[in-house]
């Protein structure tokens, strides 16, 4: 059984924790990029502005440490964020959302994995990798489309291998396929705006949105 959908957020009693990321805004975005008739150009800007989204939800628990600051009336104690996160979009789609979170964290280092599902099988096959050290860290994967979760197990035990100790994984659409493969892993947290209904038989998320990766690029 895969597990059931239960708003506002936790939707698997199990290790890994999954948030349905509920804002209507998110939601209204999410369906222009469904839209068939949204082009690639209108879709990288909506995927930009979710993105920022995402990573305003995927940044929520960072610490902070005390900072001092002279407002023009007094002086008071501030924050600051005291931990930057290393940041691994997953080539191509996880591209299309990289700079909101840049934006948001500008000191954190980027990671690339690039990895491609064979069509027919469904499997993920690394092709790249440039990675700073991983150790203790805490690594965001970006990836808006999790299906079979082949790519995002490769990627996590990758993660995990290298010695991140905190992972979340940061997805547009994921199948609820998708999400119970990932059940198992501690220290994960699975962020999506919509965990769909199911995979068709080329492993493609429905009613899903497409190739998120063709949709940004072609
Ligand atoms: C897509 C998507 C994910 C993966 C998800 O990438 O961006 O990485 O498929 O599918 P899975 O959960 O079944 O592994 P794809 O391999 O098509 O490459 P792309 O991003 O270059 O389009
Ligand atoms: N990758 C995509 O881009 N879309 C899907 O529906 C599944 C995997």
Redesign the pocket.
């Known amino acids: 059984m895969f597990p059931s959908v239960v708003t506002g957020n936790i939707i698997s009693e199990r290790i890994m924790e999954t948030i349905e990321f509920e804002h209507p805004v998110a939601r209204s975005i999410l369906t222009k990029l469904r839209d068939r008739d949204t082009g690639s150009d209108e879709f990288r800007r909506l995927a930009h502005r979710l993105g920022f989204m995402l990573a305003v939800e995927a940044t929520r628990n960072l610490c902070t440490a005390p900072l001092p600051v002279e407002t023009p009336m007094e002086p008071t104690l501030g924050e600051k964020t005291a931990e930057n996160p290393v940041l691994m979009p997953?080539?191509?789609?996880g591209l299309g959302i990289l700079a909101p979170f840049q934006e948001l964290l500008p000191d954190s280092p980027v990671a690339f994995v690039g990895?491609?599902?064979d069509e027919s099988t469904?499997e993920?096959e690394w092709l790249y990798d440039s990675v700073p050290d991983l150790s203790g860290r805490h690594v965001i994967i970006l990836?808006?489309?999790?299906?079979?979760?082949?790519?995002?197990r490769a990627v996590i035990d990758y993660v995990i291998r290298m010695g991140a100790e905190e992972i979340t994984l940061v997805s547009v659409v994921a199948a609820p396929e998708?999400i119970y493969r990932l059940g198992e892993y501690e220290n994960l947290t699975v962020i999506t705006v919509s965990v769909d209904r199911e995979l068709d038989d080329s492993?493609f998320i429905l009613p899903g949105l497409g190739?998120?990766?063709?949709r940004l690029f072609q």
């Open positions: 997953v080539l191509r789609a990895l491609r599902r469904g993920a990836d808006p489309m999790l299906a079979t979760a082949g790519t995002a998708g492993w190739d998120f990766g063709d």
